[in-house]
């Protein structure tokens, strides 16, 4: 890739992700924006700025040199000076405020582009620091979508239906074991958590073809699976207890017994071939456990989505190296829900397993931990101080994760308590080895 062509990429996806984040941040009135719609979730327009930040941050006082637009406000858009929850009583940029702030930001960095070699630094070399700010706002972006599911009220945002399946994605592929590359040195713009490259052996394992869908964990409820505590860890049950679970955040039963889920302002029945999103990891593994399964350990899935048997090499995604298009996978919130299983045959492994990405983040069974020879690059707060905590490691993306922020090495994590992210899972099951 040319150093021309590197700035046509960089110019499109900070476009794109700024785009996304003045639909999501203009489609509510002031009141929201700054109001707290959920102690788990800032203020929208908490988000906004702290985007604007952190660019500023690394490409016009990092990268380009350049003196600081706002730096009376670094503190204030510090996540980690200030709980999520207590982000509304701070002395916020106002909406007008905010948009004139990030607006000022970004023509500093568009003209920072058009001067910089894209080389020298490792901050710099192949544009490294503009593609973590894109992935830095799409994140942001998908957490305000996060924020837009729990706010109350009448919709706002709207989306064409994601497409309906065109195959059968049902059963399981058996992935035999051994050594494969488990993720990357090489990717330009990939994180420090999916970093070095490394050999893992992996045994024989059996993966679902597709996530669990709504219709099977509705099977889960009506066999007792919130009831009975065999199928739950000890701590799992004791959260369900605490906190009262019954079925996915989002999910209410009518009278008559059929369930319904609340989306975006909207409630509609359940559809029963949409994979089920709003689980918590405990939840996920107590069904595991009810259908006589797992939950894939972050290799195993990394395997599946990458590993071609057939040449012993790695792909980037689970179609090969080619980027997604529509397509291949549910992402960038063209749609504001999963699609039924089979709804991307494109984007399917050569063994079939369907669907690893886009359409919901999916719990796997593994602890965040660093991979060997990890390091902290460009600041420990990325990722470093997470590890070895409290944190279940998510695998795929979701629908409202773009393009920039997901590929087959991408790691995500949250504690497994969390609901109001847009997971789901599938189930794996050992098998001997031939």
């Known amino acids: 890739m040319t150093v021309e062509q590197l700035r046509d990429r960089v110019e499109a996806v900070l476009t794109r992700s700024r785009a996304r984040s003045a639909l999501l941040t ?21 988000d906004l700025a702290h985007i604007g930040n ?7 006082r990092d990268v380009g040199g350049r003196d600081p637009v706002r730096q009376d406000i670094d503190e204030l858009y510090d996540a980690f000076k200030h709980s999520r929850s207590s982000r509304r009583s701070l002395p916020l940029l106002s909406p007008d405020e905010a948009r004139a702030y990030i607006g000022t930001v970004r023509e500093k960095v568009w003209d920072i582009l058009s001067s910089s070699p894209l080389d020298g630094r490792r901050l710099e070399q192949d544009a490294f620091a503009f593609g973590m700010v894109a992935q830095h706002e ?18 706002v945002l709207s989306a064409p239906e994601p497409p309906a399946p065109t195959v ?50 509705v099977d889960f409820i009506e066999d007792g699976g919130y009831d009975r505590e065999d199928l739950w860890s000890e701590r799992g049950w004791s959260h369900r207890i605490a906190e009262g679970l019954r079925a996915p955040l989002f999910w209410e039963r009518d009278a008559g017994g059929a369930w319904w889920r609340r989306r975006f302002g909207v409630t509609a029945p359940i559809r029963p071939s949409q994979p089920v999103v709003h689980v918590g990891f405990f939840e996920a593994e107590a069904y595991a456990r009810w259908a006589g399964k797992r939950l894939p350990t972050e290799a195993e899935w990394e395997k599946a989505a990458r590993f071609d048997s057939s040449t ?44 690893l990405i886009g359409d919901m983040w999916e719990w796997t069974s593994s602890d965040l931990e660093p991979y060997p020879g990890f390091e902290p690059f460009p600041y420990a707060e990325y990722s470093e ?50």
């Open 385 to 434: 101080v997470f590890l070895r905590g409290d944190y279940k490691v998510l695998r795929g993306g979701s629908f409202g994760t773009d393009e920039v922020a997901c590929r087959g090495t991408f790691r995500n994590w949250d504690h497994p308590i969390r609901r109001q992210i847009f997971a789901g899972f599938r189930c794996a099951r050992d098998v001997e080895s031939r």
């Open 54 to 60: 952190q660019e500023e941050l690394w490409l016009v």
């Open 26 to 46: 203009e489609s509510v009135d002031e009141k929201e924006l700054t109001a707290q719609h959920s102690p788990l979730m800032s203020p929208l327009v908490w």
């Open 168 to 217: 059968e994605a049902t059963g399981e592929v058996v992935i035999e074991g051994g050594p494969f590359t488990m993720g990357t040195t090489f990717d330009p713009w990939a994180l420090d958590i999916e970093r070095p490259a490394h050999s893992v052996f992996v045994p024989t394992f059996a993966l679902d073809v597709a996530p669990v869908t709504n219709g099977r964990y």
């Open 312 to 355: 012993g090499s790695v792909r980037k995604y689970p179609w090969g190296d080619a980027e997604p298009t529509p397509s291949h996978a549910n992402l960038g919130q063209r749609h504001l829900e999963p699609a039924d299983i089979g709804a991307y045959p494109a984007g399917a492994t050569p063994q079939g397993v369907q669907q």
């Open 138 to 155: 799409q994140q942001h972006d998908e957490t305000m979508l996060a924020t837009h599911q729990l706010r109350l009220g009448p919709a």
